[in-house]
Protein backbone atom coordinates (compact mmCIF):
# COMPACT_ATOMS: atom_id res chain seq x y z
CA UNK A 1 0.00 0.00 0.00
CA UNK A 2 1.26 3.56 -0.89
CA UNK A 3 0.71 5.90 2.08
CA UNK A 4 0.01 9.54 0.91
CA UNK A 5 2.89 11.75 1.13
CA UNK A 6 1.87 13.90 4.42
CA UNK A 7 0.82 10.54 6.03
CA UNK A 8 4.31 8.78 5.46
CA UNK A 9 5.68 12.24 6.69
CA UNK A 10 3.96 12.37 10.02
CA UNK A 11 4.83 8.87 10.73
CA UNK A 12 8.52 9.55 10.55
CA UNK A 13 8.38 12.96 12.65
CA UNK A 14 6.62 10.35 15.02
CA UNK A 15 9.15 8.48 15.23
CA UNK A 16 11.91 11.14 15.74
CA UNK A 17 9.97 12.87 18.06
CA UNK A 18 9.21 9.85 20.13
CA UNK A 19 12.81 8.65 20.05
CA UNK A 20 13.98 10.78 22.82
CA UNK A 21 17.66 11.02 21.71
CA UNK A 22 17.42 12.06 17.69
CA UNK A 23 16.37 15.37 16.85
CA UNK A 24 15.11 16.04 13.54
CA UNK A 25 17.14 17.89 11.19
CA UNK A 26 14.81 19.73 10.20
CA UNK A 27 13.81 21.43 13.26
CA UNK A 28 17.20 22.18 13.59
CA UNK A 29 17.73 24.16 10.44
CA UNK A 30 14.38 25.95 10.02
CA UNK A 31 14.32 27.97 13.36
CA UNK A 32 16.04 31.43 11.30
CA UNK A 33 19.09 30.38 13.79
CA UNK A 34 21.07 29.46 10.21
CA UNK A 35 21.67 31.09 7.17
CA UNK A 36 22.23 29.22 3.06
CA UNK A 37 25.68 30.98 1.85
CA UNK A 38 25.71 30.38 -1.95
CA UNK A 39 29.16 29.88 -2.73
CA UNK A 40 29.03 29.22 -6.46
CA UNK A 41 29.65 31.94 -9.24
CA UNK A 42 26.45 31.42 -12.19
CA UNK A 43 27.07 29.36 -15.00
CA UNK A 44 26.95 31.94 -18.06
CA UNK A 45 29.40 33.27 -20.89
CA UNK A 46 31.42 35.17 -18.19
CA UNK A 47 32.25 31.29 -16.04
CA UNK A 48 35.85 31.18 -16.09
CA UNK A 49 37.46 28.41 -18.07
CA UNK A 50 41.29 26.87 -18.84
CA UNK A 51 42.83 27.93 -21.97
CA UNK A 52 42.63 24.80 -23.29
CA UNK A 53 38.69 24.29 -21.94
CA UNK A 54 35.14 24.48 -23.33
CA UNK A 55 33.55 27.59 -21.92
CA UNK A 56 30.21 27.39 -21.07
CA UNK A 57 27.55 28.11 -23.81
CA UNK A 58 24.52 27.34 -24.88
CA UNK A 59 24.62 25.77 -28.21
CA UNK A 60 21.07 25.43 -28.81
CA UNK A 61 17.73 27.19 -27.06
CA UNK A 62 14.49 26.16 -28.12
CA UNK A 63 11.14 27.39 -27.50
CA UNK A 64 8.26 24.96 -28.53
CA UNK A 65 4.42 25.74 -29.36
CA UNK A 66 2.14 23.48 -27.97
CA UNK A 67 -0.87 24.65 -28.92
CA UNK A 68 -3.18 26.85 -27.16
CA UNK A 69 -0.71 29.46 -26.63
CA UNK A 70 1.30 27.24 -24.02
CA UNK A 71 4.74 27.11 -25.25
CA UNK A 72 8.21 25.23 -23.15
CA UNK A 73 11.35 26.00 -23.70
CA UNK A 74 14.34 24.01 -23.81
CA UNK A 75 18.44 24.20 -24.23
CA UNK A 76 20.99 22.25 -24.62
CA UNK A 77 24.81 23.55 -23.05
CA UNK A 78 28.43 22.66 -23.68
CA UNK A 79 31.02 23.08 -20.82
CA UNK A 80 33.92 21.56 -19.99
CA UNK A 81 33.61 19.65 -16.42
CA UNK A 82 36.13 21.95 -15.75
CA UNK A 83 34.56 25.64 -16.15
CA UNK A 84 33.03 28.17 -13.55
CA UNK A 85 33.07 26.75 -9.46
CA UNK A 86 33.82 22.57 -10.28
CA UNK A 87 35.23 19.80 -8.03
CA UNK A 88 37.92 17.74 -9.25
CA UNK A 89 37.30 13.99 -8.72
CA UNK A 90 40.62 12.16 -7.57
CA UNK A 91 40.64 10.21 -10.68
CA UNK A 92 41.60 14.08 -12.67
CA UNK A 93 45.27 13.32 -11.57
CA UNK A 94 45.34 10.03 -10.58
CA UNK A 95 44.50 7.33 -12.89
CA UNK A 96 43.28 4.89 -10.14
CA UNK A 97 41.35 7.39 -7.95
CA UNK A 98 37.30 7.79 -7.94
CA UNK A 99 35.43 9.76 -10.73
CA UNK A 100 33.42 12.13 -9.55
CA UNK A 101 29.86 10.43 -9.26
CA UNK A 102 32.16 7.95 -7.35
CA UNK A 103 32.40 10.10 -4.29
CA UNK A 104 30.20 9.33 -1.11
CA UNK A 105 28.37 11.88 0.18
CA UNK A 106 29.72 11.04 3.57
CA UNK A 107 32.66 13.47 2.25
CA UNK A 108 30.41 16.14 0.65
CA UNK A 109 28.51 17.12 3.41
CA UNK A 110 30.91 17.97 5.93
CA UNK A 111 32.33 20.58 8.31
CA UNK A 112 33.44 23.20 6.53
CA UNK A 113 37.19 25.53 7.36
CA UNK A 114 37.95 28.66 5.76
CA UNK A 115 41.45 29.79 5.80
CA UNK A 116 41.95 33.30 5.03
CA UNK A 117 45.20 34.02 3.78
CA UNK A 118 44.14 37.31 2.32
CA UNK A 119 45.86 39.67 3.69
CA UNK A 120 48.94 37.89 3.34
CA UNK A 121 48.57 37.53 -0.47
CA UNK A 122 47.69 40.95 -1.14
CA UNK A 123 46.55 40.74 -4.37
CA UNK A 124 50.05 39.25 -5.33
CA UNK A 125 49.68 36.72 -8.72
CA UNK A 126 52.48 35.17 -8.52
CA UNK A 127 51.80 34.27 -4.54
CA UNK A 128 52.86 30.67 -3.43
CA UNK A 129 50.98 28.92 0.18
CA UNK A 130 53.64 27.79 2.48
CA UNK A 131 52.99 25.71 5.77
CA UNK A 132 54.64 28.88 7.55
CA UNK A 133 51.54 31.12 5.99
CA UNK A 134 49.55 28.85 7.89
CA UNK A 135 50.99 29.20 11.60
CA UNK A 136 47.66 30.54 12.57
CA UNK A 137 46.06 27.44 12.07
CA UNK A 138 48.79 24.46 12.46
CA UNK A 139 47.72 23.21 15.75
CA UNK A 140 43.88 23.30 14.86
CA UNK A 141 41.93 19.55 16.11
CA UNK A 142 39.78 19.93 12.91
CA UNK A 143 38.58 16.47 14.67
CA UNK A 144 36.02 15.29 12.12
CA UNK A 145 36.02 14.75 8.10
CA UNK A 146 36.46 18.65 6.37
CA UNK A 147 36.64 20.46 4.25
CA UNK A 148 39.19 23.16 3.91
CA UNK A 149 38.45 26.24 1.33
CA UNK A 150 41.99 28.42 1.07
CA UNK A 151 40.80 32.28 1.02
CA UNK A 152 43.20 34.53 -1.58
CA UNK A 153 40.79 37.02 -2.28
CA UNK A 154 40.42 36.52 -5.71
CA UNK A 155 36.99 36.52 -6.41
CA UNK A 156 36.80 40.38 -6.93
CA UNK A 157 38.60 39.32 -9.95
CA UNK A 158 36.17 37.09 -11.58
CA UNK A 159 34.43 39.23 -14.29
CA UNK A 160 37.86 39.80 -15.72
CA UNK A 161 39.34 36.59 -17.28
CA UNK A 162 42.52 38.07 -17.84
CA UNK A 163 43.03 39.66 -14.53
CA UNK A 164 41.78 36.45 -12.82
CA UNK A 165 44.17 33.62 -14.46
CA UNK A 166 47.04 36.38 -14.82
CA UNK A 167 47.20 35.85 -18.50
CA UNK A 168 50.48 37.11 -19.32
CA UNK A 169 51.93 38.00 -22.80
CA UNK A 170 53.60 34.90 -22.96
CA UNK A 171 50.10 32.81 -22.13
CA UNK A 172 51.69 32.48 -18.78
CA UNK A 173 48.83 32.02 -16.40
CA UNK A 174 49.76 33.76 -12.57
CA UNK A 175 47.48 33.23 -10.02
CA UNK A 176 48.13 31.84 -6.17
CA UNK A 177 48.18 28.38 -5.23
CA UNK A 178 49.02 25.63 -2.97
CA UNK A 179 52.54 24.54 -2.56
CA UNK A 180 53.64 21.00 -2.37
CA UNK A 181 54.56 21.24 1.15
CA UNK A 182 51.04 22.52 2.14
CA UNK A 183 49.43 19.82 0.41
CA UNK A 184 51.85 17.29 2.10
CA UNK A 185 51.29 18.73 5.30
CA UNK A 186 47.42 18.25 5.15
CA UNK A 187 46.99 14.87 3.45
CA UNK A 188 49.79 13.86 6.20
CA UNK A 189 49.04 15.36 9.47
CA UNK A 190 45.83 13.32 9.95
CA UNK A 191 43.17 15.94 10.28
CA UNK A 192 40.75 14.19 8.15
CA UNK A 193 40.63 16.65 5.23
CA UNK A 194 38.87 14.97 2.57
CA UNK A 195 38.60 17.97 0.40
CA UNK A 196 40.47 21.18 -0.78
CA UNK A 197 38.32 24.60 -2.16
CA UNK A 198 40.27 27.36 -3.50
CA UNK A 199 38.72 30.63 -5.16
CA UNK A 200 41.01 30.75 -7.69
CA UNK A 201 41.27 28.50 -10.95
CA UNK A 202 43.45 25.55 -9.72
CA UNK A 203 44.54 24.60 -6.32
CA UNK A 204 48.15 24.89 -7.90
CA UNK A 205 50.20 28.05 -9.01
CA UNK A 206 48.87 29.34 -12.41
CA UNK A 207 52.77 29.03 -12.58
CA UNK A 208 52.27 25.69 -12.11
CA UNK A 209 53.69 23.33 -14.86
CA UNK A 210 53.80 19.87 -12.62
CA UNK A 211 50.76 20.64 -10.54
CA UNK A 212 52.38 18.95 -7.61
CA UNK A 213 49.04 19.64 -5.14
CA UNK A 214 46.57 18.25 -7.71
CA UNK A 215 48.90 14.86 -7.81
CA UNK A 216 49.53 15.02 -4.11
CA UNK A 217 45.72 15.11 -3.02
CA UNK A 218 44.61 13.04 -5.86
CA UNK A 219 46.73 10.01 -4.62
CA UNK A 220 45.83 10.72 -1.20
CA UNK A 221 42.03 10.79 -2.26
CA UNK A 222 41.30 14.02 -2.02
CA UNK A 223 38.62 16.55 -4.14
CA UNK A 224 39.48 20.06 -5.19
CA UNK A 225 36.23 22.40 -5.53
CA UNK A 226 37.75 25.55 -7.80
CA UNK A 227 36.82 28.75 -8.63
CA UNK A 228 34.41 28.82 -5.32
CA UNK A 229 32.64 32.31 -4.89
CA UNK A 230 34.24 33.98 -1.71
CA UNK A 231 32.73 37.46 -2.43
CA UNK A 232 30.47 37.69 0.63
CA UNK A 233 31.77 37.39 3.93
CA UNK A 234 31.58 33.97 5.89
CA UNK A 235 32.21 32.41 8.99
CA UNK A 236 35.95 30.84 9.30
CA UNK A 237 34.67 27.76 11.80
CA UNK A 238 30.71 26.03 12.29
CA UNK A 239 29.34 26.28 9.10
CA UNK A 240 28.55 22.99 7.21
CA UNK A 241 29.59 22.42 3.58
CA UNK A 242 27.22 20.84 0.98
CA UNK A 243 29.10 20.04 -2.46
CA UNK A 244 27.23 18.83 -5.01
CA UNK A 245 28.56 18.15 -8.11
CA UNK A 246 26.71 16.91 -11.13
CA UNK A 247 26.62 13.00 -10.78
CA UNK A 248 28.90 12.48 -14.47
CA UNK A 249 29.15 8.54 -14.31
CA UNK A 250 32.88 8.89 -15.78
CA UNK A 251 33.74 12.19 -14.78
CA UNK A 252 37.21 13.91 -13.80
CA UNK A 253 35.20 16.46 -12.62
CA UNK A 254 31.55 18.86 -12.74
CA UNK A 255 29.90 21.69 -12.77
CA UNK A 256 29.08 21.77 -8.64
CA UNK A 257 26.41 23.85 -6.83
CA UNK A 258 28.72 24.67 -3.39
CA UNK A 259 26.71 26.04 -0.54
CA UNK A 260 27.37 26.11 3.13
CA UNK A 261 25.41 26.13 6.20
CA UNK A 262 25.98 28.30 8.83
CA UNK A 263 25.03 29.44 12.29
CA UNK A 264 23.74 33.62 12.36
CA UNK A 265 25.83 33.62 16.07
CA UNK A 266 29.66 32.83 15.62
CA UNK A 267 30.48 29.75 16.37
CA UNK A 268 33.71 28.23 17.76
CA UNK A 269 33.32 24.65 16.83
CA UNK A 270 34.40 22.56 13.75
ZN1 LIG B 1 39.44 21.38 -12.16
Known amino acids: M ?3 VYITCLILSFTYFTSGTIQSLNSILFNDNYEFIDLTHPFDETSIYWPDAQSFEFINKKIVEVGDGGQ ?6 ATSEHTGTHVDAPYHFNEHGKFVAEIPLEKLIVPLIIA ?3 SIVNDNPNFVLYKHHLDFMINDNFGKPCLIVFKFGWSKFVHDRNKYLGIGADKTLNFPGL ?6 WITTSYKNVVGIGVDVSSIDPGSSQNFTAHRMGAVAGLYNIENVNLS ?6 GCTAIVMPMKISKGTGGPVRFVAICPKTISTGV
Open 2 to 4: VLP
Open 72 to 77: YALNDF
Open 116 to 118: DVS
Open 179 to 184: SGEVME
Open 232 to 237: RSIPEY
